[in-house]
């Protein structure tokens, strides 16, 4: 697992047990063909040191967060960040943005909510394997 990345990369902060969380790394992996997000849950040791490095750490977050340079995204502005990021058609996504932050942050919470009882949660937070492996932080 990687321990030093540019700080210019972006870094996914995921919930690490939740089943919606992992299915959404999953979904990343294979499409950011480049390898530019690297991955960390938040339950992590370093997950909690860049929350608290980007001001985030008194925050409840418990969702998706992307951190690229010194900014920080939360919850939807991180799902249309991370997609205009991936480029191609999920750029279709970007446009989103424009939709009033209180309306989209309510759907995202919504499914915040209910993602355990719909999706499921793990024992544990996933392991990578194979060249994915180092995309992730330690």
């Excluded at 977050?61 to 010194?70: A, I, K, M």
Aim: glycine residues 8%; proline residues 4%.
């Amino acid at each position: 697992m990687a321990t030093d990345v540019p700080r210019e990369d972006p870094i996914v902060l995921f919930d690490g047990v939740c089943n919606l969380c992992h299915g959404f790394v999953q979904f990343l992996v294979p499409r950011d063909t480049e390898g530019q997000f690297h991955f960390a849950s938040l339950q992590s040791d370093v997950g909690q040191r860049l929350l608290a490095e980007h001001g985030l750490a008194d925050h409840d977050l418990d969702s998706v967060v992307l951190l690229e340079g010194d900014d920080a995204y939360v919850k939807s502005d991180a799902v249309i960040r991370i997609a205009q990021l991936l480029g191609g058609v999920y750029r279709l996504l970007g446009p989103c943005r424009f939709l009033p932050r209180r309306f989209r942050d309510w759907a995202y919470d919504l499914v915040a909510r209910h993602r355990y009882r719909l999706f499921g949660q793990k024992e544990q937070c996933m392991l990578p394997t194979g060249n994915v492996r180092d995309r992730f932080l330690e």
